[in-house]
């Protein structure tokens, strides 16, 4: 497609499920991220992939949280036993290489809206 | 730790006027930053990017400039317009060098 793709954009479940988020980033784009947005804040960093490897997962809160990119394409954010404060907007974005001075901007999605109940 | 600041309260001016956001940071060490904006319930979209080595930067109506010493960038909407009007964001490159870390945002109000 055109942009990043990100399904689904809203998502209402409750305490304890398990949710999966879904990203389909740029064709050809090797840099995957996925970043967390609460209301009033700017976007915080979870788990950032180049190509099917995860490089830095730093920014995961607890093992609840846990993200794939099995063929370095689509990736699925997963998260067990949900909580009420994970309720958040998820963002994906991804880029032909990756950050850096002369490698350009991050592209991203519009995003998938969770509430936990 | 690292912080990246921004104006907390949201800007409101008149359309035609300057906007000027402010972006200030602690414990980084760019070798470049990058603007974004982003509409509510919208995604954040690139807007510019200026190398430590680069004082100022334009693109159309938008001008950032870059102050490693002050560790501070000021981003400038000139003849603003109401289709200005939204957050905009501060990113710099996290300690990992693999992602961008960003600010809270400056939400920003043009009215007519």
């Known amino acids: 497609g055109a942009g990043v793709s990100q399904t689904p954009s809203n998502k209402v479940t409750e305490k304890g499920k398990y949710v999966e988020l879904r990203c389909d980033p740029i064709?050809?784009?090797?840099?995957l991220y996925w970043y967390r947005q609460s209301l009033g804040q700017g976007p915080e960093f979870l788990i950032y992939f180049q190509g099917t490897g995860a490089a830095d997962d730093s920014g995961l809160p607890n093992d609840r949280f846990f993200a794939v990119r099995p063929e370095g394409s689509v990736s699925t954010l997963k998260i067990q036993r949900t909580e009420r404060g994970d309720s958040a907007m998820y963002l994906c974005?991804?880029?032909?290489?990756?950050?850096?001075?002369?490698?350009?901007?991050?592209?991203f999605g519009e995003g998938s809206r969770l509430t936990v109940l | 730790s690292q912080k990246i600041e921004q104006n907390s309260e949201a800007l409101n001016i008149q359309e035609g006027k300057t906007a000027t956001l402010t972006c200030n940071y602690t414990n980084y060490s760019p070798a470049y930053l990058q603007w974004y904006r982003q509409d509510p319930g919208r995604g954040p979209v690139f807007l510019l990017l200026?190398?430590?080595?680069?004082k100022e930067k334009r693109k159309e109506r938008l001008k950032v400039t870059f102050d490693t010493t002050l560790k501070q960038s000021l981003f400038h909407i000139t003849a603003s317009q109401p289709a200005d009007s939204a957050t905009y964001l501060c990113a710099l490159e996290g300690n990992s060098g693999y992602a961008l870390n960003f600010g809270k945002g400056t939400s920003l109000l043009v009215t007519p």
């Open positions: 974005a991804s880029s032909p290489l990756g950050v850096g001075p002369n490698t350009g901007e991050l592209f």
């Open positions: 200026i190398r430590e080595n680069e």
């Open positions: 064709s050809g784009h090797t840099a």
